[in-house]
């Protein structure tokens, strides 16, 4: 038979369990949950971009809606008080450097079919945790021809559309 007894607790290893959130945000580095390469990230980064290009609609005083759920080839349909005149905003937002942007076939030709009308809004939404706000660039007319009729989406390079926007106001 054993005998036990009750001693002090001989302590041989320790651990520290940090966030890797907390870790990358200490280092300076982007956490993931920014930089778009989650599907987490990504939504944030929509979420962020649909907002700042809202905000941009408002200060003029246009009154812009968000319509992104009904998947009709824009994203915001922004009122000119006035006119009554409605423009189909698409926003695509992307982290800071990202160097592509996929455009669908229903996107493009909206497009094309409401070419005054229709605003391509680019956003780019900076990776760091505090302070920066997204840049908002429109390109207008963003778009000569259709997708060839198999195509479901474009790609585009980022820097070239970016090239042709303005700032909205």
């Known amino acids: ?19 890797v959130g907390l870790l990358t945000w200490l280092l300076g580095e982007v ?4 930089d778009g390469s989650t599907p987490e990230a990504c939504r944030r980064i929509e979420l962020a971009a ?5 905000q941009a609609e408002r200060a003029p005083g246009f009154e812009p809606r968000d319509v992104s759920a009904e998947k009709v080839g824009y994203d915001v349909q922004s009122r000119i008080p006035g006119t009554g005149r409605l ?8 982290a800071a450097g990202a160097t592509t ?6 996107e ?3 497009a094309l079919n409401k070419p005054a009308e229709f605003v391509l ?7 760091t945790h505090g302070g920066s706000t997204p840049v ?10 259709e997708p060839e009729e198999f195509a479901e989406s474009v790609t585009y390079r980022w820097d070239d559309l970016w090239a042709r926007g303005n700032y909205p106001w």
């Open 108 to 110: 493009i030709l909206v």
């Open 136 to 145: 908002v660039r429109y390109v207008r007319r963003p778009f000569t021809r």
């Open 31 to 34: 956490p993931a949950l920014l």
């Open 121 to 127: 809004a680019l956003v780019a939404v900076p990776l």
């Open 87 to 94: 423009r189909f905003i698409e926003v695509k937002g992307r």
């Open 50 to 54: 649909l907002a700042a290009v809202i």
């Open 1 to 19: 038979m054993r005998n036990i007894t009750a001693q002090s607790p001989a302590v041989i290893g320790g651990a520290l369990v940090v966030p």
């Open 101 to 106: 942007v996929t455009v669908t076939r229903n």
